[in-house]
């Protein structure tokens, strides 16, 4: 009863958070050019005339739904690793209605993972260590490399933190399977958008699809 009053308390915590998240970051925005040079408009104007603007939708209501769900499907697991899963679920819906990450958010679940692996899989410490510093060290070259041949981001930056920050939950060869399911997973999202649509995406929510995997992967080998 305590876990499943924590998923109605993180559900309402993130429909609410979902909500302001365009607000706090154009708040964040005006006040970081403030600091850089002076503004003949105000807060207000800003967040009028801004691009991001909340978008009235029922998506977040699925936090009631999901959260639950994750709380039974993965009631034998340690409580970070159902906090994390509550996160990814928030980036998730994050990503999928704006194209953007929550920093602090991946952070946390950076935090979580690594707590998850101290206190509770300590005897695999040097395995899940070592993913992730190989995890760390490819994104390191990779996002770099395919930026400077393409002249261009092809990777989004978030998405690979989210993979470094959730790296210490998996052994190596499984977190390889973990991008390559992410990757799959995102093409298909792709082919079937364009079989449908008959057009390109011009943007790809990529967190949901590492998300799936992490849960599909985490309730296999657990």
């Known amino acids: 009863m305590i876990l499943f009053g924590i998923s109605l308390l993180c559900a309402i915590w993130f429909h609410l958070e979902i909500k302001q998240f365009p607000h706090k970051i154009n708040q964040q925005i005006y006040q970081d050019m ?5 503004l003949n408009f105000s807060l207000q104007q800003c967040l009028a005339h ?12 699925l936090f009631f739904i999901l959260y639950p769900f994750i709380l039974i499907l ?30 602090r958010y991946v952070a946390y679940i950076l935090l979580l993972s690594l707590a998850n692996l101290l206190f509770f899989e300590s005897h695999f410490l ?9 995890t760390f060290l490819f994104f390191s070259i990779f996002i770099p490399l395919t930026t400077w041949c393409y002249k261009k981001e092809v990777f989004g930056l978030g998405d690979a933190i989210l993979f470094i920050a959730i790296s210490p939950l998996f052994q190596l060869d499984q977190m390889l399977w973990l991008l390559l399911c992410s990757c799959l997973l995102g093409i298909l999202f792709y ?10 995406l011009i943007k790809l929510p990529f967190i949901p699809f590492i998300s799936f995997s992490t849960i599909a992967l985490l ?4």
């Not at 801004?50 to 209501?61: E, G, T």
């Not at 309730?219 to 657990?222: D, L, Q």
């Open 34 to 38: 403030q600091s850089l040079i002076p």
């Open 50 to 61: 801004s691009k991001l603007q909340p978008k009235n939708n029922r998506l977040s209501w």
């Open 74 to 103: 993965f009631t034998s697991h340690s409580l970070p690793i159902i906090l994390m899963l509550f996160m990814l679920i928030y980036l998730s819906l994050l990503d999928y209605e704006y194209y953007l990450t929550d920093s």
């Open 126 to 134: 040097y395995e899940k260590i070592c993913s992730l510093f190989f």
């Open 191 to 200: 082919l079937c958008y364009w079989l449908i649509k008959k057009e390109k």
């Open 219 to 222: 309730w296999i080998n657990y």
